[in-house]
């Protein structure tokens, strides 16, 4: 069974940058390129926004609302994938997701979330 | 980017009745390349990560009990629960695949009457 689990810091200072880490256990995340690992957030009593997804090669594709301030990283040795945001702001403040994107694709394994909040 | 909208916001439905979620997309997401349609379904329930009820718009994920269903083509689908259960109060989400980037619904609440 797949299972995935987000860490990083809860609280992030505005202007600064929110790195976040998902880290997989009951798979490989380099296992061919069948799969891409992708991160979604949600604002409190909001909706779901995609960030973006990285494949284990290294390709990445982002939102491109969000695309100039985010940049997405796989490490297959520790079988973890990364986020970084740049220049957050209150409007970053979210739940922030990462998920498995499998064939079809759709997002079919996710973490449990982590609330990241933007404050001095 | 493509835009899903979802009817109604909330809707309250009595035990065992149906429960029909709406999802209209801005453009077609019928892929010509293999006769499929973009769209999937989510459950969320409060403090959980949404899960993956439907996709290809018409077939249910492994374990997916059979009272939910969806259907639709182009730009107009649904989400039927076909005799609701107390445990399917969540909010739903529709997500379209179609075309980058990927977009969901806003969400439509679900409650019992």
């Known amino acids: 069974q797949v299972q995935l689990q987000e860490s990083g810091p809860g609280l992030v200072k505005p202007s600064q940058t929110l790195s976040l880490a998902c880290t997989v256990s009951?798979?490989?995340?380099?296992?061919?390129?069948?799969?891409?690992w992708s991160w979604v957030r949600q604002p409190a009593g909001k909706g779901l926004e995609w960030i973006g997804h990285?494949?284990?090669?290294?390709?990445?594709n982002y939102n491109p609302s969000l695309k100039s301030r985010v940049t997405m990283s796989v490490d297959t040795s520790k079988n973890q994938f990364s986020l970084k945001v740049i220049s957050v702001t209150a409007a970053d403040t979210a739940i922030y997701y990462c998920?498995?994107?499998?064939?079809?694709?759709?997002?079919?394994?996710w973490g449990q979330g982590i609330l990241v909040t933007v404050s001095s | 980017d493509i835009v899903l909208t979802q009817s109604p916001d909330s809707l309250a439905v009595s035990l065992g009745e149906r429960a029909t979620i709406n999802c209209k997309s801005s453009q077609s997401v019928l892929s010509s390349s293999n006769n499929r349609n973009s769209l999937a379904w989510y459950q969320q329930k409060p403090g959980q990560p949404p899960k993956l009820l439907i996709y290809?718009?018409?077939t249910r994920e492994s374990g997916v009990p059979d009272r939910f269903s969806g259907s639709g083509s182009g730009t107009d689908f649904s989400l039927t629960i076909s005799t609701l259960q107390a445990e399917d109060v969540a909010v739903y989400y529709c997500?379209?695949?179609?075309?980058?980037?990927?977009?969901f619904g806003q969400g439509t609440k679900l409650e019992i009457k």
């Open positions: 990285i494949y284990s090669g290294g390709s990445t």
């Open positions: 009951g798979g490989s995340i380099s296992s061919g390129s069948r799969y891409y």
């Open positions: 998920a498995r994107c499998g064939g079809p694709p759709t997002f079919d394994y």
């Open positions: 997500h379209q695949y179609y075309n980058t980037p990927d977009t």
């Open positions: 290809w718009a018409s």
